[in-house]
């Protein structure tokens, strides 16, 4: 699915600028709308001959749903002195000592950050990532090797519209924000990207695998529906 380098359009609504790009699918049969899910824009999903021009007007049409979407959204909360955050599904509070001299640590339910103050959204935002980069370098692995399979490179990427991913040549991908839901959602998305290395669509075969290598498959499907949204508009 490609998408476009900028947006096709941009809505006013409510006072607000909001993008709408637009993406082909060759098997999709009618069009498709969706919120980003950080709220930052619209994603129209066009089949393979419908005019641009189509997309954007069916955007506009559906400016009533975009508004109360909009309106619905979880708060974003930044990374600052004070601010609660999850990691690993569980409430942590950002405390900052400038002069501890230590990095970014974890202490107590809180996560500890030195150094200057206005470097502290930022040493946040890295800590995280790296903490996810290991966690899902160990859970890959041992996923892999209860099938006997061999993954490609791990990345790990702010993606909008994917947990993750596997690309035919077995390099795998994710979205670093999962170090902040519950160790079994985690283990459920790599559980999902590593099935895909022996079995590559969504049949029977591949949720069997899935299933075998993470028995909370459903609870965590219903934990991402009902609260994956909200990881989004952390930072």
Known sequence: MAGAAKPAAVLDIGGRRVPVRLRRHGRARRIVLR????????VVTLPKRVPEAEGVAWARNQETWIARRLANLPERREFHDGAVIPFAGEEHVIRHHAEARRGVWREAGAIMVSGRAEHLSRRVHDWLR???????????GEAAA????RPGRITVRDTRSRWGSCASNG?????WRLILA?????????????????????????????????????????????????LHFYG
Do not use: K, M
């Open 35 to 42: 919120l980003e899910r950080d709220g930052q824009g619209i």
């Open 130 to 140: 790296r903490q996810a980069r290991e966690q899902l370098t160990v859970r890959v």
């Open 146 to 149: 209860s099938l006997d399979a």
């Open 171 to 175: 390099n795998l991908s994710f979205c």
């Open 182 to 230: 519950p160790p079994f959602v985690l283990d459920y998305v790599v559980a999902h990207e590593v099935a895909h290395l022996i079995e590559p669509n969504h049949g029977p075969a591949f949720w069997r695998t899935v299933a075998a290598i993470n028995p909370d498959t459903e609870r965590a499907r219903a934990w991402l529906r009902e609260n994956g949204e909200a």
